[in-house]
């Protein structure tokens, strides 16, 4: 995670980019598991830089989805 | 009733009150009695969802914004449309039978909340985000005006607890002549706009604000920073001859556009004018200036997605040097840091932006971004009278450093025959504490001083002048700051160096004589303050500014300076 945390600006990107598939798209940090559908959910984990976060797709286009949000978090995010 | 506040627009308005209260979301306590309410109540919810989406849609495109709001209103619109927040609603409305009101307003309380209890300091702040996206749907729901569809009777005067840029932007001015806000500073986007409307503006008011009410006689003196209301006879006839000479002095200056800037006796004093391109340059000869105190070159590397290349920075000067016509123009090189973050260049957020990376510590790390501008700014020295100006310098061994690499810079020109002024001159601002005191030493190495005294004055109170809840400490009439700006001078003039100011100080007519007495010999300001400035300098003597000077060293309470002082502005 980029140093300084998931602030609102890349967490709004990350939804947007969301809204691009079909697959139903969730964030977990620790044993809680958000929706990326939902700007607020995604803001109130709390996300801190350093910290770990997984992405669970599922659906017709998870792979597309999956590359999508891999090239986010490597390249789009550390610009944001 | 007078109520004390910052004067931040000058002139005197007088007019009726229109208080802008945010509504506060009272809750109905209805409760829904059948299905066919509870559909309802959810499909009210929804469309005000979308009103206010398109609401901030249509700010977002059809006004110039940063791109750092044009995040924060995306971030809103998600924000707004958000499936949690709507699945909450829904949820209190069919489950609890509230109305759609209740239930938006027990939402926004959760989640106000929530951000509020997190353990991380930006997270927190985002509260106050979730408070203005649940006011904005309410808003909706209730169906309130917004003031941008709000119609004022002619002559009003806002009162307000703080007015968003989104409020300013859209209402409607023609009929508002004055602002009265509770929040706000000399920065606040309130300001600005009445600055540059003209139109009288007081910020900061004291708590008494609120209870002003619609329809109150009201006068806004921005002027000295009060708001009267309801004002007895007495108050009302001086105040409109106040504003009668405000209107008459104002008509005045326009006068003395062509006077030369002298004193009484004879002493020529260079007034001239802060700009940020090519394009200020007709606004500056309009108000009398006889050059540029200050060029910033910031404008050229914001807005924009990589480093301007030398040909382009030389086009930007060059545009400069030749409207000026011949005139001395001072050229400040990058000053991004601090407050000023440009999008490209990554720069670390810091704890402490003011004392971190910025500025001329930003040039002798990356020698390749400054010598690139070096380079543009020595070729467009042909086309007119440039001069180097170098912010930030805290001792004399970052001067040395930059010489060094100037003269790289002129090195590679001559290498390529191209031409530029072997001469140019070369400055540094005086605003870091250090610099100030060991002015000596700097002064034996440089053609020219500019005292910047918002940062000087910042650092030597160490006082954040971004920061509302301590602006009444920051106090350019401090002794402290006072004893450095005189030490500054002082050892300009005993090195036969030339010494100006371009900080806001040298357009505060409260200042003027006492810089003179201590021997300021340009004074660069905002080119609309130049004429108020040089109605003072042309009605002072300087053996007069000598002994105001000595006096104003002698006193130890900054407020009493300037009370002593108020009676030497012309």
Known sequence: ?80 | MEIKGIGVSPGIAIGKACVIKKKQAAVTGILLIDDAEIAVEIERFDNAVLLAISEIESIKNNTVLADKDIAILETHIELIGDPQIKDDVTELITAEKKNANDALIQVTQNMIELFRNMDDEYMQARAADMEDIGNRILKHLIGADTLATQKFEPGTIIIAEDLSPSDTITMDLSCIIGFATRAGSTTSHSAIIARARGLPAVVGCSAALMDVQDGDAVIVDGTRGALYVNADDETIRQLKIKREQFIMQTAKLKQLKDTPAVTTDGTAIVLSANISGAADMDDVFYHGGEGVGLFRTELLFMNRDTFPMEDEQFEFYKQTALKAKGKPVIVRTIDIGGDKQIPYFDLPVEENPFLGYRAIRICLDREDIFITQLKAILRASVFGELKIMLPMIAGVQELRQTKGIIEKAKNQLSKDNIAFNHNIKLGIMIEIPSAAITADILAKEVDFFSIGTNDLCQYTLAVDRMNEKIAHLYDPFNLGVLRLISNIIEQANKHQIHVGMCGEMAGDPLATILLLGMGLKEFSMSATSIPTIKNNIIHTDMAEAKQVCEKVMEFDNPDDIKTYLQQFIK
């Open chain 1, 1 to 80: 995670m980029a140093a300084q945390g998931m602030h609102a600006r890349p967490a709004t990107a990350l939804v947007k980019l969301g809204k691009n598939f079909k697959s139903a798209i969730s964030l977990k940090k620790g044993d809680k598991i958000v929706k990326l559908n939902s700007l607020l959910n995604i803001l109130s984990l709390g996300i801190k830089g350093g910290e770990t976060v997984s992405v669970l797709i599922e659906g017709e286009d998870e792979a597309d989805a999956a590359a999508a949000i891999d090239q986010f978090f490597e390249e789009e995010l550390k610009d944001l």
